[in-house]
């Protein structure tokens, strides 16, 4: 057996984690801009369109991130596709991700109070203008926050891609675990990593969200 | 004898002194109106005498205990003093019965049975008994009030402050809680209350008192003050709200 | 296209699905009521306890809320027995779950008792009723009121992870379906039928929560007693 020194341990895991932040770009950025048309179609006015993004919200957010990853997976093999666990895991992460911000993005349109929209029509603007003179920037602030904070929950994500057998962090950290039984070291630097990755956009979105506040309300 | 005794009371908040050095002695039974403009310290006084400020100088002695820099429990405070707010502040998840026999429950340990006929007869009191299991959020404004004043007398407190417990009232709704305390001062609860409305001050109260920038600026029975005013401090006061 | 569905394939294998949904179910209902009781007492600590108990509280809260669970999974189930604390799969389930959303909740409930208005704890305080005394009677029901959608989302998305159990095989509906793709190789009709579960489990979650809601929280509508 190799003898694996907490240097070894730690290199292997910061390499593994390069993996954990590509994917999480991979999710948010593609999820980013899925979650976006979806929130333009939804505005479009046709209820067809709206109850359809309506029902792929509510599947995503009601069911288990770890399902969707499995669905693409062997669901894609089903398919007879043979596909990577990096596809699978890209496509499930950023499927996940766009029905969150959609939704998050829905909440802070209708954020924007009511009279704005009075206001516009009294004005003479019509739908267009209205939504992109007077709607649109202000629940542009309004997301940037809570926008920032959901990124926290796709990091947090692409730890389950490990099940289906992506080497990212949380695999590296089982796969190091197996190899040198020190579960405790391991699972806690991971712990750790993912912390760091993390915390520092917790931390931003409160920020954020604080600034948002004070300037609202002072 | 006095139950409720001020000496030399100081209070800062910051830079800003909000008490200058206030002496009241107030007597078992008696009923004192405070009157003053916006900010002259009607409220911090009444804070202090239940703790809810603390005081930076002089001395508080409350039926014969004193008023230390040192909190006393809240438990042991509430024996002696209770209190009314502007704003009711009845617990809303709790229902009319429910918020006057809370304190009695969890404070003094009475048991339920008890805690609930002690409810009804100070609800009755203030005739709220038939509202005993509505919520506040059904209740108008002077109802809600009038449970508020219930709820403080449910403790049994010696001296019973109110902090313009009609200000936050529809004017239409303001006769039914001065009713209520006006009943009370003739039982001979002593009470102190800040208050605006000089016409409940001039028919109720023993005695009147006057604050003006931190201190008792002039006091005396309301008659005399009213129609005899010695300071223009007062007789300027008088003018604007009459 | 090759897909061919054939649920059938899936009869067999009642049993094991049904006991999957127990354990999922049992996991969820214990770890919602264990988690909102520690939460209950995290929250007041991190107002009330000596400085040093709420840094660790709120490094406690912190660490949970920025690891993914799996790995906070991983750390009480092979990490603590290796410091000799020796615990099974569901037990180390259990602790996570609740650790999980104990700090959660507790974040979430502490903007619940930060909305509480001045007046009511003077109120409680002019009454005679210490803090604690205060923050069970007066602060926690309203507080709870404020926060219960919130409330309600965490409680679903703790259902809906614990589908990683399985991964230190808790056998619950996750596991069911690992189990049947293992023995009969229709793992999309398995993982479909299993996801379609969790789907229904989250919608009666929010019913249920829905419903309870309004007995507990009746006062906001001015409903009667
Ligand atoms: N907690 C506090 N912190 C700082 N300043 C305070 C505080 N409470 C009161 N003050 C200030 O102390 C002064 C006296 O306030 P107080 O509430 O006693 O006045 P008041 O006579 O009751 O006036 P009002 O008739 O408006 O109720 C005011 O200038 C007020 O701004
Ligand atoms: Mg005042």
């Known amino acids: 057996m190799i003898e694996f020194t907490l240097w070894d341990i730690v290199r292997n895991l910061l390499l593994a984690a390069r993996w954990t932040i590509v994917l999480s770009l991979i999710a948010f950025v593609g999820g980013a801009s899925l979650g976006l048309l979806f929130t333009v179609l939804r505005l479009s006015g046709n209820r067809l369109l709206k109850v359809m993004i309506g029902v792929y919200v509510d ?48 909440g802070c349109l209708e954020a924007v109070p009511r009279g704005q929209w009075h206001a516009s029509r009294v004005l003479g603007m019509d739908y267009l203008q209205t939504m992109r003179h007077v709607i649109l920037p202000q629940a542009l602030r309004l997301s940037v926050p809570p926008t920032v904070g ?64 004070d300037a609202g309300m002072r | 004898m006095t139950l409720v005794c001020v000496k030399d009371l100081h209070k ?36 202090c005498l239940n703790q809810l400020e603390q ?16 909190a006393m429990a809240p438990s042991e405070l509430s024996r002696n003093v209770g209190m009314v707010f502007q704003s009711f502040n009845l617990f809303p998840h709790k229902t009319v019965g429910e918020n006057v026999m809370l304190a009695p429950v969890v404070v003094r340990g009475v048991n339920k049975q008890e805690a609930s006929r002690v409810a009804r007869e100070v609800l009755d009191k203030v005739g709220m008994l038939e509202k005993f299991d509505a919520y506040p959020a059904q209740l108008s404004g002077g109802q809600q009030q009038r449970v508020a004043i219930a709820r403080a007398l449910a403790m049994k407190p010696k ?41 409940f001050a001039h028919d109720v ?21 009213f129609n005899h005013p010695r300071t223009p401090e007062l007789r300027q006061f008088i003018s604007a709200v009459r | 296209m090759g897909l061919t569905l054939d649920f059938l394939a899936l009869s067999p294998y009642v049993g094991e699905l049904a006991r999957g949904l127990v354990t999922t179910v049992v996991l969820t209902v214990v770890t919602t009521l264990s988690g909102l009781m520690l939460a209950i007492v995290v929250a007041y600590l991190r107002v009330h306890a000596a400085t040093w108990v709420r840094r660790i509280l709120g490094g406690y809260v912190e660490l949970t809320r920025n690891t993914p669970f799996i790995v906070q999974l991983f750390f009480i189930f092979f990490g603590l027995p290796a410091l000799g604390i020796k615990i099974d799969a569901i037990t180390a389930a259990f602790l996570a779950m609740t650790l999980n959303l104990a700090a959660y909740t507790a974040e979430i409930l502490r903007a619940g008792i930060e909305a509480t ?40 998305i703790v259902m809906l992870g614990s589908a990683v159990v399985s991964q230190i095989s808790v056998f619950d509906l996750t596991y ?4 049947i793709q293992s023995r009969n190789f229709r793992s999309f009709e398995a993982y479909l039928l299993v996801t379609l579960v969790y789907l229904l489990l989250a919608v009666g979650m929010r019913q249920l929560f829905l419903l309870v809601g309004r007995r507990l929280f009746a006062f906001r509508q001015g409903g009667q007693a």
Not at chain 1, 94 to 105: G, K, N, Q, R, V
Not at chain 1, 189 to 200: G, T
């Open chain 1, 59 to 106: 599947v995503f957010q009601g069911t288990p991130l770890l399902m969707q990853l499995f669905l693409a997976y062997f669901g894609a093999a089903a398919l007879g596709f043979n596909v990577s666990a990096w596809a699978a895991a890209s496509v499930a992460l950023t499927l996940f991700t766009s029905a969150f911000l959609c939704d998050i993005w829905r």
């Open chain 2, 12 to 47: 800062s908040f910051g830079d800003l002194e909000v008490l200058k050095g206030v002496d009241l002695d107030v007597a078992p039974g008696e009923v004192v109106a405070i009157i003053g403009r916006s900010g002259s310290g009607k409220s911090t006084l009444l804070r």
């Open chain 1, 150 to 213: 959901f990124s926290v929950q796709v990091v947090k994500g692409t730890a389950l891609a490990s099940v289906i057998g992506f080497v990212e962090l949380t695999k590296a950290g089982t796969m190091l675990n197996n190899a040198t039984f020190a579960p405790f070291t391991i699972f806690a630097l991971v712990a750790l990593i993912y912390f760091a990755l993390c915390y520092p956009l917790s931390r931003y979105s409160r920020y954020l969200e604080r600034r948002l506040y």
């Open chain 2, 55 to 70: 005081h930076d100088g002089g001395n508080i002695e409350i039926a014969g205990q004193r008023l230390d820099a040192e």
């Open chain 2, 205 to 225: 109260a023993d005695r009147v008192v006057f604050m003006h920038h931190g201190r008792i600026h002039e006091q005396g029975d309301p008659k005399t003050l």
């Open chain 3, 176 to 179: 069911a379906a690992n189990f």
């Open chain 2, 159 to 199: 001296v019973l402050l109110c902090d313009e417990v009609t200000s936050a009232l529809d004017p239409e709704l303001v006769g039914e809680v001065l009713l209520v305390l006006e009943a009370l001062a003739e039982e001979g609860m002593t009470l102190i209350l800040v208050t605006h409305e000089m016409k």
């Open chain 3, 117 to 156: 208005g001045r007046g009511q704890l003077e109120a409680a305080r002019t009454l005679g009723m210490s803090k604690f005394q205060s923050y069970r009677h007066v602060v926690l029901v309203p507080a709870f009121a404020r926060i219960y959608p919130a409330l309600t989302s965490q409680c679903i």
